[in-house]
T-cell receptor, first 113, second 113 residues
Framework: AQSVTQPDIHITVSEGASLELRCNYS??????LFWYVQSPGQGLQLLLK??????LVQGIKGFEAEFKRSQSSFNLRKPSVHWSDAAEYFC???????????FGAGTRLTVKP | DSGVTQTPKHLITATGQRVTLRCSPR?????VYWYQQSLDQGLQFLIQ???????AKGNILERFSAQQFPDLHSELNLSSLELGDSALYFC????????????FGQGTRLTVV
């Protein structure tokens, strides 16, 4: 089965600094990749997704992610972090035929003023 | 608002009891997913239904079962509850075809005492 690894459990960045959250996946075929964000007490909101085509995808709230097949990675980036970005971020991988979406363990982002 | 409705929002019950969590997917979505989120296990995929049929099964205990009804709403049944079943249970839904983007409900917080 497909799986996702998010190596960083917790990241702290200063407001205005750049951000990169790492995600590595394991899947034999072309994956469908996603980044979700979860604010405290809330459900998950989709930030962006990759199905095919351009490997650099733009999402909401100024986030982007780059699919690198050679590295089995789908890292999330943002050039300048805002305090409101503090949340838990989840990377996920799914299979087309089975829609079997698996999530990573999540990375908690803290933003320092 | 994701369009996915979960009821109840909170549930407190005793060990050994049985509960039913309900999910109404977004209008037109055929797939329903159930996830369990706990502090120690993270976001675990439990089970997926597509148009009434089980499509994929994850880390779902034998004490747990689910079904999707003809009107596409889904129920997750948890029986012989244990303290360790206390968690946030999320339902998500997605559309047909190649669009595997999942929209999440706000979750049901289950507390077993």
């Amino acid at each position: 089965a497909q799986s996702v690894t998010q190596p960083d459990i917790h990241i702290t960045v200063s407001e205005g600094a750049s951000l990169e959250l790492r995600c590595n996946y394991s899947y034999g075929a072309t994956p469908y990749l996603f980044w979700y964000v979860q604010s405290p007490g809330q459900g998950l909101q989709l930030l962006l997704k990759y199905f095919s085509g351009d490997t650099l995808v733009q999402g909401i709230k100024g986030f982007e992610a780059e699919f690198k097949r050679s590295q089995s990675s789908f890292n999330l980036r943002k050039p300048s972090v805002h305090w409101s970005d503090a949340a838990e971020y989840f990377c996920a991988v799914a299979r087309y035929n089975n829609n079997d979406m698996r999530f990573g363990a999540g990375t908690r982002l803290t933003v320092k003023p | 608002d994701s369009g996915v409705t979960q009821t109840p929002k909170h549930l407190i019950t005793a060990t050994g009891q049985r509960v039913t969590l309900r999910c109404s997917p977004r209008s037109g979505d055929l797939s329903v997913y159930w996830y369990q989120q706990s502090l120690d296990q993270g976001l675990q995929f439990l089970i997926q239904y597509y148009n009434g049929e089980e499509r994929a099964k994850g880390n779902i205990l034998e004490r747990f079962s689910a079904q999707q009804f003809p009107d596409l709403h889904s129920e997750l049944n948890l029986s012989s509850l244990e303290l360790g079943d206390s968690a946030l249970y999320f339902c998500a839904s997605s559309g047909r075809g190649g669009n595997t983007e999942a929209f999440f409900g706000q979750g049901t917080r289950l507390t077993v005492v």
